[in-house]
């Protein structure tokens, strides 16, 4: 399994537009056979960094997924939004193995 950890830097005057982008893209990474773990906005502290976490497989999996986004009529329509509104500054993308407990 690989886990996507994305650190973005957002507009802090515009985190309901920021969430709005999140929960556009909860069900489409679900859609497209990944795991999404959450976006997790600034509550207390910095008041414009957010993250999201999500899983997939194998990284070619998510690599897969990477390419069929430009295909996919609701992940353009997610990244115009986000564009439109500019509640995005910018992203950092990292891979991780994540190690989960047993049972």
């Known amino acids: 399994m690989i886990t996507c950890y994305l650190e973005y830097v957002i507009d802090p005057y515009k985190v309901d537009q920021f969430e709005t982008y999140a929960k556009l893209w909860i069900p489409l990474v679900n859609k497209s056979g990944g795991t999404h773990h959450g976006y997790f906005l600034p509550h207390e502290g910095a008041n414009n960094i957010a993250y999201a976490l999500f899983s997939f497989a194998s990284l070619a999996e998510y690599e897969s997924y990477r390419e069929q986004l430009n295909d996919d009529d609701e992940c353009r329509e997610a990244f ?8 995005i ?4 993308r990292s891979f991780m193995r994540p190690i989960l407990a047993s049972l």
């Open 80 to 87: 115009a939004y986000a564009e439109k509104n500019r509640c």
């Open 89 to 92: 500054i910018s992203y950092k």
